[in-house]
């Protein structure tokens, strides 16, 4: 299944590059790839930010007058994302903005909406991340293998977790707010250090293999979530809320 997933995956990267080929012609194309069971992005060269505040960190206008951040200077390692530049507002962190960089801790402010895919991957220097309320979307991959991230905690205004977010993360413990619909697939596979998984809620859709790999966690749901049924056929302890 997991391989199925990676190729769908593959395919829809390789769709998009495409598209940017056609429609742009030239600078800041992306191109993605899957190496096995770690998906990887090459990233050819980019363009400058269109802005950059005190701090080194750099923003994009977006389609809509807003602020996305896309990078930050090679030196930063506390980066802190506020959530205005220049009296316009930061909404969103953009696709692989830091991924593989040297930050060590993350603080968002509140009115950012959406991290996208792969936005701090394979960060292996990340430790500490701190998450606003009113954040909606957390990406494909955002936080995959940043193994030296050991927690972190979820506003209650999350709505979605892409596939592979905290796969192969060092994340400890999670609690999953009610009003996150779906978890994606694989979302906390190959987590060797998580121990307590919490699901608010039962209406949240999980898949079967969210911990493929991760054999050490307890499963605290209220009874007639499917995660419960999950636990069981995996082995897993679990608590009834």
């Known amino acids: ?14 769709l998009a590059s495409s598209a940017t080929l056609c429609s742009c012609g030239g600078g800041g194309k992306k191109s993605s790839s899957f190496v096995g069971a770690e998906p990887v992005i090459e990233t050819e060269k980019e363009t400058e930010p269109e802005y950059k505040d005190k701090n080194g960190v750099g923003y994009n206008i977006s389609d809509d007058g807003t602020l996305t951040v896309v990078k930050a200077d090679k030196g930063v390692t506390e980066l802190v994302i506020p959530s ?3 009296g316009k507002k930061v909404t969103s962190v953009s696709q692989s903005a830091f991924k593989n960089s040297a930050v060590t801790s993350v603080k968002i402010s ?3 909406k959406r991290i996208d895919d792969f936005a701090f991957a394979l960060n292996s220097n990340l430790k500490e991340v701190e998450l606003p309320e009113g954040l909606e979307s957390i990406g494909n991959n ?5 193994y030296k991230l050991k927690s972190v905690t979820l506003p209650s205004s999350l709505k979605e977790l892409g596939i592979f977010c905290f796969d192969a993360s060092g994340i400890k413990e999670i609690t999953i707010p009610a009003g996150v619909k779906e978890i994606g697939e694989y979302a906390f ?11 608010e809620s039962a209406d949240t859709k999980v898949y079967d293999n969210i911990f493929n790999k991760t054999s050490n966690v307890e499963v ?6 499917s995660i419960i049924k999950i636990a ?10």
């Open 189 to 199: 596979a190959e987590c060797p250090s998580l121990k307590r998984f919490t699901l």
């Open 1 to 14: 299944m997991r391989k199925k997933l990676i190729c769908a995956l593959l395919s829809a990267c390789i």
């Open 84 to 86: 205005e530049v220049k």
């Open 232 to 241: 069981k056929e995996n082995g897993l302890n679990y608590t009834v809320k």
């Open 110 to 112: 509140k009115g950012v």
């Open 220 to 225: 605290i749901a209220p009874k007639n979530s």
């Open 142 to 146: 955002a936080f995959f293998a940043c």
